[in-house]
C-alpha cells in the first residue's frame, strides 16, 4: 500500500542478494512509496544476477561496490548523485558477513585475520559509507541512513558468533558517526535491530531452525517479517521520523523486553525440561 511517504526522495540500497534479503524488500516497499532508487552490491554478489530483476522492477540502475573499498564507494556516490541530479535523502545499509561463521570456527578459537575482515565488511563499513559520503558533501540536509543489525549485540547467542561484537561495533558507529552528522547537516543514522528472519545471511546461523522457532515463542506479536522491516525503515526514511537519531530501534514483536513466555514455558513443560525435573 502506498501512502507515498518518500515521493521526491533518493535513496542508495546496499544489500539486496535476492528475494529473501531485507533489502530487496526495502528497495520494493521505498519504490512503492514513490522513491527513486540506486542498488549496490559487491561485485560478487552482482555476478549472481538476481539483482536485475529487482532493478528492471522499480527501474533501478546497480552501480557495484565492495563496501570495504573507498574508491569503489567514491564512485558509488559520484555516479548515484549524477543520476539524480542532486543529493541523496536516504541510504540503507543491509550488508553482514563473517568469515569465522562461514568457515566453522568457534567463537574462542577465533581466526584475528578473518575477524578483522568480518569488522571491516559488518561494521566499519558504516563509516566508510557515512565518511564517503560526508567528504563528498552527498547527503541532503535531513537525510536518514539505517543500518541493520540484530539483539546479540545486546544478549549472548552463542552461535552467533564474532557477528555479536561486530553488531556492538555496528550500533557504536552509528551512534557516534550520527552526533556528527546531525550537528553538520542534520542527517540522522539509526540502526534497526530486527528478528531473525530467513534470508542468506541469516541461515549461515548454526541451529537457525531452533532460533527463529525460540524468536517467535519470545515474542508477543512473533517475529517481524523481512517485509514488516522494509515498512519500518521506510518510515524512518521518510519525514515522519526527522528526530529520531543515534537510536538502536527494536523491531523485533517485543522479544527484546520479554523474560520468558507463556509458550516457553508450557512448551518446557510439555518436553519435561522444567527446573523441578532436575531433583
Ligand atoms: N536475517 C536475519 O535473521 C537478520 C536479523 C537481524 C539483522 N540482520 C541483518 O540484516 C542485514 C541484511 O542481511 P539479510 O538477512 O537480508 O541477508 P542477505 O544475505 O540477503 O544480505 C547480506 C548482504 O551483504 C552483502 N555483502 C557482503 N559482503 C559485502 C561487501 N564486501 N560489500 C558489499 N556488500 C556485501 C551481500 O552481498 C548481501 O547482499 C545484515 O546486516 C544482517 O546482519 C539479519
Redesign the pocket.
Known amino acids: 500500500m502506498s501512502h507515498n511517504l518518500l515521493t521526491g526522495k533518493k535513496g542508495i540500497i ?5 528475494e ?5 524488500k526495502t528497495a520494493l516497499q521505498c519504490h512503492a512509496q514513490g522513491a527513486q532508487i540506486v542498488l ?3 561485485p ?2 552482482l555476478r549472481m544476477g538476481e539483482i536485475n530483476k529487482l532493478a528492471e522492477a522499480i527501474h533501478a540502475p546497480v552501480i557495484g ?5 573507498m574508491e569503489d564507494l567514491k564512485k558509488l556516490f559520484a555516479e548515484s548523485k549524477r543520476h539524480f541530479d542532486g543529493g541523496i535523502d536516504f541510504v540503507l ?5 563473517s568469515l569465522n561463521v562461514r568457515k566453522g570456527k568457534h567463537y574462542t578459537e577465533m581466526n584475528y585475520e578473518w575477524n578483522q575482515k568480518t569488522l ?3 561494521s566499519m ?1 558504516l563509516h566508510r559509507v557515512l565518511k564517503t559520503a560526508w567528504d563528498m558533501d552527498a547527503l541532503n540536509e535531513w537525510g536518514s541512513v539505517v ?5 546479540a549485540a545486546q544478549r549472548v547467542f552463542p552461535d552467533y558468533n564474532e ?1 555479536a561484537d561486530a ?1 556492538a561495533l ?1 550500533e557504536s558507529v552509528a551512534r557516534s558517526f550520527g552526533y556528527h552528522y546531525g550537528l553538520k547537516k542534520k542527517v540522522r543514522v539509526n540502526t ?14 548454526k541451529g ?1 531452525d531452533a532460533f ?1 522457532d525460540y524468536a517467535e515463542k519470545m515474542s508477543p506479536l512473533g517475529n517481524a517479517t ?1 517485509e514488516d ?1 522494509a515498512n519500518y525503515c521506510a518510515f524512518l526514511f521518510s519525514d515522519l521520523s526527522k528526530y529520531i537519531t543515534m537510536q538502536n530501534l527494536f523491531h523485533d514483536g517485543g522479544f527484546s523486553f520479554t523474560g520468558v513466555s507463556t509458550a516457553i514455558v508450557e512448551s518446557m513443560e510439555a518436553s519435561g525440561q522444567s527446573i523441578v525435573n532436575k531433583q
Open positions: 546496499f544489500g539486496a542478494l535476492d529473501k534479503s531485507i533489502a530487496w549496490t552490491n559487491a560478487v554478489a561496490a565492495d563496501v570495504t573499498n545499509h543491509s550488508i553482514g558477513m571491516d565488511i559488518s563499513s543500518a541493520l543489525t540484530y539483539i557477528m553488531k555496528l534497526v535491530s530486527q528478528s531473525p528472519t530467513r534470508t542468506t545471511a541469516g541461515s549461515g546461523v537457525f527463529i523481512a522491516c
